[in-house]
């Protein structure tokens, strides 16, 4: 029995197949089919793989189409492939294009919208799907591929144990059941296998292999203005390629801008102090992202993005808290001003339990409104700074009180250090069920740093207790690999909980994971803050249990940062999700913001890298430096930011409209 692999179609991806196939399977690249190959075939004496015809006798085809346009992945369709892959068998062949079929055929693998980890946990039956690899309808020894599936390790599908099984059954049937073995080395691979040695300096390398991606791949310098891409989409195209997020974001402008400054503390590298100070510039001197209206009911702080209209509160304090630190490190506390007007913005709009509402919205959020039939008037800032927000939410709300504490240790206002207070109160009330985002250990890892931050400005055995309880209960629940994986908490609690139906997959941000235990861990949303958390908390306490948890947690990262020279944009980059059994990046892909594959400057890179170089140079996040040039600005600033002020909504925060009538009217001002 012979074998035929056809590749009927011009490819952009490099063709893997061809050094797996045996010797009596052929490939060949042509535009039509071989009639004599066809003949063969129905007379039982060759097999054939059609990948991506244009027409097949005997079969409909329709369009070309993209399986992001219905949120497909491949799945298992039939046992052709062995116990290895079952039916429902849930395999990343990330946006692939394939045709629609309307002829019905025997499907042995599908595109298909459903739910899951690995497999498809509410099957198939009502799933939205096309086949992609199927036998022609008159004859078995014919199968038709839809799509190009040559190109598997180029393309990055995904996981490769389950591939390495699909293509080997594929050549195996060509070849008339003789065992074909595919063994190979993806593209973009972790650093380091799980039980690898590294080097005695692996933290360093790690660090610097980040620095460097940083300034060859992030940043940048735009008509003078410099700027850092928001990171990579988690889509990966045919040729195994991830396009840019070229968003300008606050919170990344401030994230960032400590990787190279302690890249210049540790280094002396000028390329680290030209893109720290550049970077705080754009975000503190312009009004890219930066609402500048003294009149604005949000003056001072940031908003999302250089396009956004939303002000969420932990972005504004993790850029801050980046932007702090880098002055810190240049000895240059110039922006103090700035980073105050920004501390005193939220600390107004947050009310007396210190509990945020996650996102202000200009206009919207000041605007009046009709609620039971009576017309509210317009809002100010005073409106939020009454209002106790009743959700106790660590994902949006965590790193704010850690920004309060930093503000109470370099101007020694104590409503920043009341508000922190009062927030870690109510959290320690509710601990460990607080409101979760895209999954609990998110939420558990972020409340550590502000826990950590008030027992390093107020040392005392409540708050000691405070940062024990929440250290404690992360460290329990680390496993072999140094991590916690990632969990969903109480349903009722969740924002973005994983998928109830095959319909609800990929329609908006989700977890990782489909169920409690699947081996996914979170690079984005968790383990990055549990990292930069535990080391302030062995900083604030000297506790050695910490110390050891932040070890094992620094070991993991050196471990999963991306390699690839086939991919170069990724390499020394950290991903979002990461499978530590298949040890490859890996999870449920229901996410459509942020999908697993995904790479982010602020939110993961930069804390990872950050937290490497402050451990390298034995010293917390906590800024005291410059406290001098705080304390003397505070009071003054206090007093402006505090001043009672009319009605009036912001246009991106380069114009305000004032209310005159204490009504619904406005004029620019």
């Known amino acids: 029995m012979n074998g035929y692999y056809l590749q ?13 196939l045996p010797e009596n399977v052929t490939f060949m690249n042509c535009s039509a089919i071989d009639q ?131 293509m080997g059954s594929l050549i195996s049937w060509l070849a008339g059941g003789t065992p074909v073995k595919i063994e190979y080395q993806q593209t973009v ?16 390398q790690a660090f610097n292999k980040n620095a460097e991606w940083f300034y060859r791949e992030m940043v940048y310098n735009a008509h003078g203005i410099t700027g850092v891409f928001e990171g990579y989409s988690s889509l990966v195209d045919v040729t195994g390629r991830q396009s840019i997020m070229p968003a300008l974001r606050g919170d990344c402008l401030g994230e960032c801008s400590a990787v190279g400054a302690l890249d210049y503390a540790l280094h002396n590298e000028p390329a680290g102090r030209d893109m720290a100070e550049g970077l705080i510039r754009t975000l503190f001197d312009t009004s890219k992202v930066r609402d500048v209206c003294p009149a604005s009911q949000t003056y001072g702080s940031i908003f999302f993005d250089a396009e956004s209209r939303s002000i969420y509160g932990d972005d504004n304090s993790r850029a801050a808290l980046g932007a702090v630190l880098s002055e810190d490190l240049l000895d240059d506390p110039k922006h103090a001003r700035q980073v105050l007007e920004m501390g005193y913005s939220l600390l107004r709009t947050t009310g007396p339990n210190g509990l945020r509402e996650p996102s202000l919205l200009q206009p919207e959020s000041f605007q009046g409104y009709l609620e039971a039939y009576e017309y509210l008037p317009n809002r100010t800032w005073q409106h939020y700074a009454k209002k106790n927000y009743p959700k106790c939410h660590p994902h949006y709300q965590a790193w704010h009180w850690a920004f309060n504490l930093e503000l109470y240790a370099l101007s020694g206002d104590k409503r920043f250090r009341d508000s922190a207070v009062a927030a870690l109160e109510e959290a320690n009330k509710l601990f460990p069920d607080f409101y979760w985002q895209n999954g609990a250990t998110g939420d558990w890892a972020r409340v550590l740093l502000p826990y950590a931050m008030l027992v390093e400005v107020e040392d005392t055995p409540e708050h000691r207790e405070w940062l024990d309880r ?21 349903r009722e609690l969740g924002h973005y909980p994983a998928p109830e139906s095959n319909a609800d997959y990929g329609v908006a941000e989700c977890t990782l994971i489909q169920f409690n235990g699947d081996p996914a861990c979170d690079l984005l949303y968790s383990l990055n803050y549990a990292f930069a958390g535990m080391h302030e908390a062995y900083m ?16 993991f990262f050196c471990r999963v940062q991306a390699d690839s020279q086939e991919q170069p944009y990724l390499h020394g980059a950290w991903l979002h999700g990461f499978d530590y059994q ?46 001098e040039v705080y304390s003397k600005l505070a009071p003054a600033i206090a007093e402006e930011m505090f001043r009672p002020q009319l009605p009036s909504i912001t246009v991106r925060g380069t114009r305000t409209e004032i209310n005159t009538t204490g009504f619904s009217s406005f004029a620019q001002g």
């Open 540 to 555: 604030a306490t000297g506790n050695e249990r910490y110390k050891a948890a932040c070890d094992k947690m620094a070991d």
């Open 36 to 166: 004599t190959l066809l003949e063969q075939a129905y007379q039982g004496q060759a097999r054939l793989v059609l990948e991506c015809p244009a027409s097949v006798d005997g079969v409909e085809m329709g369009k070309t189409i993209y399986a992001d346009s219905f949120k497909a992945r491949s799945v298992v369709a039939s046992d052709f492939f062995g116990a290895e892959l079952p039916v429902g068998r849930i395999l990343a062949q990330h946006n692939f294009a394939l045709r629609e079929i309307s002829t019905p055929v025997k499907a042995h693998l599908a595109a298909a919208r459903v739910a899951g980890y690995r497999d498809a946990c509410f099957g198939l039956q009502d799933a939205q799907q096309q086949p992609i690899l199927f036998e022609h309808p008159q004859c078995s020894n014919i199968l038709i591929s839809t799509t190009p599936l040559s190109s598997f390790i180029t393309s990055r599908f995904a996981p490769c144990c389950d591939w390495q099984n699909l």
């Open 189 to 204: 691979r972790p650093a380091y296998q799980a039980g690898e040695t590294m080097p005695a300096d692996a933290e360093e």
């Open 8 to 20: 009927m179609f011009r490819p952009r991806a490099k063709n893997d197949i061809v050094k797996f």
């Open 582 to 627: 298949l040890w490859e990046f890996f999870s449920s892909a229901s996410d459509s913001g942020w999908g697993p594959w995904c790479v982010e400057t602020g939110w993961t890179n930069s804390w990872i890298a950050t937290t490497f170089a402050l451990r390298k140079l034995n010293r917390p996040l906590l800024s005291r430096k410059g406290a």
């Open 470 to 490: 929440a250290a404690t209960y992360f460290i329990d629940r680390m496993n072999e690999y140094g991590i916690v994986p990632e969990v969903m908490g109480k």
